[in-house]
């Protein structure tokens, strides 16, 4: 509304309605932006070309981030946020495996070819065997290659005597809010899903990430870790079992980072060597 000195707005909900405005109709002169690393904001930024823009996010790593953003702020690193109580400290398990099968486009692995490497019974049944060897009973949010691979995870789970539920974009909004509550409120320990639940959830009560998937994309990568990192009273850390070699992409989630607005290249961001404990395996830096 250009009468209100704030607007608040969807990122949908404000395209669709610069679209219907004549001209100069509705000129911010300073915006706002959450998750600015998503593309979806570059036509807002390109329609008040003479406001002020402030993007924050978590992960300042995309394509096109020099094209509208003049300098950088970072102000806190996630080691430092765990030293000071604001996220939960992480221990991370990594099952290896070989995804030359797996071809890359556009700088990410192919869905169909990847789904194809995971969907085998011995890698179902593996992923429900180091649940309940490392984290047995713990409540868990599993991320998967596509809507068949997680319902047939969420299936293998059952099958085990584990119950768990799954959501994708086929679920319908009233389920998908009853799972969730039910999931908050300790109902079940496992929820699956597919691109649902990367970014905008929140339970603190998460003990566990599967990464039941490879992904070429840090941001991806450091997003799915993060829905276990809030902090709870209960939960002295979090457990992260990456199936997909994750962690030789792109290094432990709680290491150091330099993010740069430089123009993006082919040599991605550093990733810190790492290696596994020789007492219990889980992933630790390779100076520890």
């Not at 404000?14 to 000129?27: A, M, T």
Request: with cysteine; hydrophobic share 35%; aromatic share 10%.
């Amino acid at each position: 509304y250009p009468s209100a000195s704030v607007t608040l707005a969807m990122c949908e909900t404000l395209k669709r309605r610069i679209k219907k405005w004549p001209p100069g109709y509705y000129n911010p002169n300073f915006v706002v932006i959450d998750e600015a690393h998503k593309n979806s904001f570059t036509k807002i930024i390109e329609a008040f070309p003479n406001a002020k823009i402030i993007g924050a996010t978590a992960t300042p790593k995309a394509p096109f981030l020099h094209k509208y953003y003049d300098s950088i702020v970072k102000n806190i690193d996630i080691i430092e946020l765990i030293e000071q109580g604001y996220l939960s400290p992480c221990r991370a398990f990594m099952m290896q495996d070989n995804f030359d099968d797996v071809p890359v486009k556009r700088g990410e692995y192919d869905e169909q070819k990847l789904f194809t490497h995971f969907d085998k019974q011995k890698l179902y049944s593996g992923v429900v065997e180091k649940y309940k060897e490392k984290t047995n009973g713990k409540k868990a949010l599993v991320f998967c290659v596509n809507i068949l691979h997680s319902e047939k995870t969420n299936e293998e789970f059952n099958n085990a005597g584990i119950h768990s539920r799954v959501v994708t974009s086929k679920t319908p909004p009233d389920e998908r809010e009853k799972i969730l509550l039910d999931f908050k409120n300790g109902a079940f320990p496992v929820l699956v899903n597919c691109g649902i639940l990367t970014t905008g959830y929140d339970d603190d009560t998460i003990e566990v990430i599967v990464l039941n998937r490879a992904t070429k994309s840090l941001i991806l990568f450091l997003q799915c870790c993060g829905r276990g990192a809030r902090p709870h009273p209960d939960k002295p850390y979090f457990t992260v079992l990456d199936f997909g070699n994750n962690h030789l992409e792109h290094g432990l989630w709680q290491q150091h980072r330099e993010w740069t607005l430089e123009p993006p290249k082919k040599k991605k961001i550093g990733v810190s060597p790492i290696k596994n404990c020789p007492r219990c395996s889980a992933m630790l830096a390779a100076a520890v």
